[in-house]
């Protein structure tokens, strides 16, 4: 699976910006598609999930704040990330992932949120 993330920029604190994530390639062997990022100094942390059946999960940071859906004709992943903090500021990474295993990551899009 090839993964093409982009959609990255700066913001102001407060801030939207949504994030996409295009997949191609062996799409049918996807389970999950995830969403991470990775801050200067950090270990990259998952931010959200979304399943083939629609459920979603979100780290406890952007609940609330943070919205990821999938768009199955476009084969596209997208994260909505609305009221922005400085906190946010990383690359964030798309995953797409079979049951148990890594299928293949997107190349990271830097976020900038500046306070």
């Known amino acids: 699976v090839q993964l093409q993330a982009f959609g990255g920029g700066l913001v102001r604190a407060g801030g939207t910006l949504r994030l996409s994530c295009a997949a191609s390639?062996?799409?049918?062997?996807?389970?999950?598609m995830n969403w991470y990022r990775q801050a200067p100094g950090k270990q990259r942390e998952l931010v959200a999930t979304?399943?083939?059946?629609?459920?979603?999960n979100y780290a406890d940071s952007v609940k609330g704040r943070f919205t990821i859906s999938r768009d199955r004709a476009k084969n596209t992943v997208y994260l909505q990330m609305n009221s922005l903090k400085p906190e946010d500021t990383a690359v964030y990474y798309c995953?797409?992932?079979?049951?148990?295993?890594?299928?293949?990551w997107g190349q990271g899009t830097l976020v900038t949120v500046s306070s």
């Open positions: 995953k797409a992932a079979g049951i148990g295993y890594a299928l293949g």
């Open positions: 979304i399943s083939n059946g629609g459920s979603a």
């Open positions: 390639g062996s799409i049918s062997s996807i389970n999950t």
